[in-house]
């Protein structure tokens, strides 16, 4: 009897084998011969010289590279300080919004503002604004320069965003977590501290680091202000030599940073989601 039930589990496993590879082949061909099409259509257009030359000319790409990677060293720094920033923010206004009872109504009335306020200013906006607005007024003890209040409107939208993805990892967690927490004798805010916040922070950690892609790429926003970031010195080195090769430059190297870490959030999520489903989460 199992004699007989082998043959048929290998014929199985054959049959399975063969579709895995027609389907590898299958995809490596229509990828091939899409991207063949696709470059063929460009190189082969009437314009195509003229836009190598003013895109992806080498020696533009040589001459301006050191410039803009210098530049791209003041975007590390600000993606660096950013990300120190706004989880504390951003958990401290997500606290302020879950205390409960009238007491802590005011509070909770100002967390919504928060949110509210600079979640619906564009960023780039927001940048403008205090970057120019604030240096301005020149009030005495308030910092002057642009990269900081570029900093500080970084820190400000992002923050309103992450704030709400902590507060929907706080109310994802079962009420009856927080009833047991003050049954036990803790008060509100340990109740927060003990409880709920190390739950709520894990289930939303790949939402978190989806926001730290995106905030790598915005960082490039603060060269409105005149800030000489990568983005800013390819603009300058285009507008003396007429050639958009820089920008190219400036996007290999904010591609060299986003594309690690995209997969790596792409890995994390993978791998949270499999734990999830192996506890029954």
Same mark, same amino acid.
């Given at each position: 009897m199992s004699a007989g039930v082998a043959p048929r589990r290998s014929a199985v496993s054959?049959?399975?084998?063969?579709?895995?590879?027609?389907?590898?082949?299958?995809?490596? !061909?229509?990828?091939? /011969?899409?991207?063949?099409?696709?470059?063929?259509?460009v190189? %082969?257009?009437?314009?195509?010289? +003229?836009? +190598? #030359?003013?895109?992806?000319?080498? #020696?533009?790409? !040589?001459? /301006?590279?050191?410039?803009v990677i210098d530049g791209f060293w003041l975007n590390v720094q600000l993606f660096f300080w950013s990300m120190l920033l706004i989880p504390v923010v951003a958990l401290i206004v997500a606290v302020m919004r879950s205390l409960r009872g009238p007491a802590f109504t005011p509070?909770?009335?100002?967390?919504?503002?928060?949110? #509210?306020?600079?979640?619906?200013?564009?960023?780039?906006?927001?940048?403008?604004?205090?970057?120019?607005?604030?240096? &301005?007024?020149?009030?005495q003890g308030l910092p002057t320069s642009s990269t900081v209040w570029g900093l500080i409107a970084l820190t400000l939208s992002y923050s309103a965003y992450t704030a709400e993805i902590y507060r929907s990892g706080i109310d994802a967690v079962p009420e009856s977590q927080?009833?047991?927490?003050?049954?036990?004798?803790?008060?509100?805010?340990?109740?927060?501290?003990?409880?709920?916040?190390p739950q709520a922070v894990r289930n939303v950690?790949? /939402?978190?680091?989806?926001?730290?892609? %995106?905030?790598?790429?915005?960082?490039?926003?603060?060269?409105?202000?005149?800030?000489?970031?990568?983005?800013r010195e390819a603009q300058i080195i285009t507008s003396r030599t007429f050639n958009y090769t820089p920008f190219l430059a400036a996007t290999v190297l904010f591609l &060299?940073? %986003?594309?690690?870490?995209?997969?790596?959030?792409?890995w994390y999520t993978s791998r949270d989601r499999s734990e999830r489903s192996q506890a029954g989460v």
């Amino acid at each position: 009897m199992s004699a007989g039930v082998a043959p048929r589990r290998s014929a199985v496993s054959e049959f399975f084998e063969q579709e895995g590879a027609r389907a590898g082949v299958i995809t490596v !061909v229509s990828t091939v /011969a899409f991207f063949g099409v696709a470059i063929v259509a460009v190189v %082969s257009s009437p314009n195509w010289p +003229r836009v +190598r #030359d003013q895109f992806f000319s080498w #020696d533009d790409f !040589v001459d /301006a590279f050191p410039s803009v990677i210098d530049g791209f060293w003041l975007n590390v720094q600000l993606f660096f300080w950013s990300m120190l920033l706004i989880p504390v923010v951003a958990l401290i206004v997500a606290v302020m919004r879950s205390l409960r009872g009238p007491a802590f109504t005011p509070i909770r009335l100002l967390s919504v503002i928060y949110t #509210d306020v600079f979640r619906g200013i564009p960023l780039i906006l927001l940048i403008l604004l205090l970057g120019f607005g604030v240096p &301005a007024l020149q009030i005495q003890g308030l910092p002057t320069s642009s990269t900081v209040w570029g900093l500080i409107a970084l820190t400000l939208s992002y923050s309103a965003y992450t704030a709400e993805i902590y507060r929907s990892g706080i109310d994802a967690v079962p009420e009856s977590q927080r009833s047991s927490a003050r049954s036990l004798g803790l008060t509100q805010f340990q109740s927060l501290r003990f409880a709920i916040l190390p739950q709520a922070v894990r289930n939303v950690v790949p /939402a978190l680091m989806n926001t730290v892609v %995106s905030l790598q790429k915005d960082v490039a926003l603060i060269s409105v202000l005149g800030v000489r970031d990568a983005t800013r010195e390819a603009q300058i080195i285009t507008s003396r030599t007429f050639n958009y090769t820089p920008f190219l430059a400036a996007t290999v190297l904010f591609l &060299a940073v %986003s594309i690690p870490l995209t997969r790596y959030v792409d890995w994390y999520t993978s791998r949270d989601r499999s734990e999830r489903s192996q506890a029954g989460v």
